[in-house]
């Protein structure tokens, strides 16, 4: 059984940055899919970014060359590091993991950026 635990949220300025990580218990191999989705008020939740086995990573369109995810397979922790902040990223960010045919969630953390 895998959770996944995110931390690093808050409230920023527009154009600022933070980093959210997502630590696992639980084994998570080098080649699991781990991603992060966010879920803004009154919309569905939504693909942010996804780092595969080997390191492959995607990313939506909208955070692309501002976000970064970024994976630690010692720790079994997963990173976003998102620059650069917009209002529109205001959202609860989830960590999402698919290890041997099974998804897993984290439980959210709010990311508010607001002047």
């Known amino acids: 059984q895998v959770q996944l635990v995110e931390s690093g949220g808050g409230l920023v300025q527009p154009g600022g940055s933070l980093r959210l990580s997502c630590t696992a218990s639980?084994?998570?191999?080098?080649?699991?899919?781990m991603a992060w989705y966010r879920q803004a008020p009154g919309k569905q939740r939504e693909l942010v970014a996804v780092?595969?086995?080997?390191?492959?990573?995607n990313y939506a369109d909208s955070v692309k060359g501002r976000f970064t995810i970024s994976r630690d397979n010692a720790k079994n922790t997963v990173y976003l590091q998102m620059n650069s902040l917009k209002p529109e990223d205001t959202a609860v960010y989830y960590c999402?993991?698919?290890?041997?045919?099974?998804?897993?969630w984290g439980q959210g953390t709010q990311v508010t950026v607001s002047s």
């Open positions: 639980g084994v998570i191999f080098s080649r699991d899919r």
């Open positions: 780092v595969l086995g080997g390191g492959i990573t």
């Open positions: 999402n993991a698919l290890s041997w045919g099974s998804i897993y």
